[in-house]
């Protein structure tokens, strides 16, 4: 999983942006995509279609599910990208790391061919990770908050 709904689960609840379709990263997008559309429609019928969109840089496609009717997205698939720290582990699932999605957001504001709705997307969502780690970086902790087995010393916690 990448996107919202991967920022979403790593950030706070206050940190949340609302969003309607799901993002994935896979080896082989096409047949991901064509699967899922397979499973979704063996329970609503033949009501979603595939879509194919080429990437901004041209190194490959966007596959979408979209709904026949409405055109409304509800799952893109694209090339799982070849980095180091993509994607973090919970619950059993893969997300994008905060780190990986930083760096797609920053090239993403770095190049002007991007549609302004993705361009303000990926500020918006570059801004909701930088409020998170500045908190991370300012969080400090009470004595309270601290075992009883250690004591408080001008450089920080040590135990006796």
């Given amino acids: 999983m990448?996107?919202?709904?991967?920022?979403?689960?790593?950030?706070?609840?206050?940190?949340?942006?609302?969003?309607?379709?799901?993002?994935?990263?896979?080896?082989?997008?096409?047949?991901?995509?064509?699967?899922l559309e397979?499973?979704?429609?063996?329970?609503t019928g033949d009501v979603f279609q595939q879509d194919k969109l080429p990437l901004v840089n041209g190194k490959g496609y966007v596959y979408r599910i979209i709904s026949k009717d409405t055109g409304e997205e509800i799952a893109d698939?694209?090339?799982?990208?070849?980095?180091?720290?993509?994607?973090?582990?919970i619950g059993g699932i893969r997300w994008e790391t905060l780190e990986h999605a930083k760096r797609s957001y920053?090239?993403?504001?770095?190049?002007?061919?991007?549609?302004?709705?993705r361009y303000a997307k990926a500020r918006r969502d570059l801004a909701r990770i930088e409020a998170f780690e500045g908190k991370l970086k300012k969080r400090s902790f009470r004595a309270r908050d601290v075992p009883g087995s250690f004591t408080r010393v001008k450089v920080g916690w040590v135990t006796p």
Wanted: hydrophobic share 30%.
């Fill in 2 to 35: 990448h996107g919202a709904r991967a920022l979403n689960k790593q950030l706070p609840r206050r940190l949340y942006r609302r969003t309607e379709d799901w993002d994935f990263f896979s080896n082989n997008p096409r047949v991901s995509s064509r699967m």
């Fill in 106 to 117: 920053r090239r993403i504001l770095s190049e002007p061919q991007h549609s302004y709705s």
């Fill in 77 to 89: 698939f694209m090339k799982t990208p070849q980095h180091k720290n993509l994607y973090t582990v």
């Fill in 38 to 43: 397979a499973k979704i429609e063996a329970v």
